[in-house]
């Protein structure tokens, strides 16, 4: 009985020195982690921010297709409503206003506000 008690001991602090030396390593890195930021901060060599898709399995492939660092591989399209082609949109900030090329097409100034709309006259129900 005595040396199953002795065992178990034995089993307990050498758990409770893994999990310290686990914790200190953990430490350790965290503090050169650190350091490495404040020299790169201080020499004005940062990195870019980590990308949100780097946990996924396909990480990469969404990588370069949504980020638009290197001009990525998504486009985003507007049906032109006088030639009713495809217009690439992407390197507008709103996609909800009409491009400045678009309101010249139309003969008006970029300065002027949107078209007038026309009026519709509603029928009477009998």
Do not use: C, K
């Not at 999990?19 to 982690?33: C, Y």
């Amino acid at each position: 009985m005595g040396f199953l008690i002795l065992m178990m001991l034995v089993f307990l602090v050498a758990a409770f020195a893994m999990q310290r030396a686990t914790r200190r390593r953990q430490l350790e890195a965290a503090q050169a982690a650190e350091e490495e930021a404040r020299r790169r901060a201080a020499s004005g060599d940062e990195l870019p921010p980590p990308s949100p898709f780097a946990g996924m399995p396909f990480g990469s492939l969404f990588d370069a297709l949504f980020t638009g660092g290197g001009g990525g591989l998504a486009r985003s399209y507007a049906l032109d409503p006088l030639t009713s082609e495809w217009v690439e949109i992407s390197d507008r900030d709103s996609m909800l206003e009409p491009g400045a090329d678009a309101r010249e097409q139309n003969g008006a100034r970029a300065d002027d506000g949107p078209p007038p709309q026309p009026r519709t006259r509603r029928r009477r129900r009998s």
